[in-house]
T-cell receptor, first 112, second 114 residues
């Protein structure tokens, strides 16, 4: 079974602060996605990264895929209360395990 | 317009009962999924169908039986419900089975077993 670890599990910060959350695996991803889930709703895709070293920006969110494609990070600049939610990374590995496997998530709370 | 809709949103029932959750997508996707999210927010795939054919069947008790009457619908029937079945069940769909296309999720069905 492929495992995907996310850290931290919980993060509570003040509005305006910066933060980074991490997603790690011992295996190489063929691709990785980040989702955000708000209470009472399903996850919504933020980004897909495929190439090692790739960096993608989505407004104040910066996603990085590790050079070895075993890890990824999500950096939020000047967090806002609307960024509050559960951030999930989801990896796809090659071979027979081609379905999407989700990490355990980082619950982010941005306080006003 | 709702893309992936699942009903009911809440389901409270007694242990031992049989229940069904329905899911429909109007995105024209060919692949649909059922996921289970536990109390620690861990989201785990249960089943996936591509064009009405079962392609993923994770280690799930055979009390859970998915059924796809057409590629826009994937229902989940659960027999003899147990306390451990309490969770939020999410339906999702995507274009393609093992591609990098986004998975679109419904809002979940919160199942509580008394």
């Amino acid at each position: 079974t492929q495992l995907l670890e996310q850290s931290p599990q919980f993060l509570s910060i003040q509005e305006g602060e910066n933060l980074t959350v991490y997603c790690n695996s011992s295996s190489v991803f063929s691709s990785l996605q980040w989702y955000r889930q708000e209470p009472g709703e399903g996850p919504v895709l933020l980004v897909t990264v495929v190439t090692g070293g790739e960096v993608k920006k989505l407004k104040r969110l910066t996603f990085q895929f590790g050079d070895a494609r075993k890890d990824s990070s999500l950096h939020i600049t000047a967090a806002q209360t609307g960024d509050t939610g559960l951030y999930l990374c989801a990896g796809r590995w090659g071979g027979s395990a081609r379905q999407l496997t989700f990490g355990s998530g980082t619950q982010l709370t941005v306080l006003p | 317009d709702t893309a992936v809709s699942q009903t009911p949103k809440y389901l409270v029932t007694q242990m031992g009962n049989d229940k069904s959750i329905k899911c429909e997508q109007n995105l024209g996707h060919d692949t649909m999924y059922w996921y289970k999210q536990d109390s620690k927010k861990f989201l785990k795939i249960m089943f996936s169908y591509n064009n009405k054919e079962l392609i993923i069947n994770e280690t799930v008790p055979n009390r859970f039986s998915p059924k796809s009457p057409d590629k826009a619908h994937l229902n989940l029937h659960i027999n003899s419900l147990e306390l451990g079945d309490s969770a939020v069940y999410f339906c999702a769909s995507s274009r393609g089975s093992f591609s990098n296309q986004p998975q679109h999720f419904g809002d979940g069905t919160r199942l509580s077993i008394l």
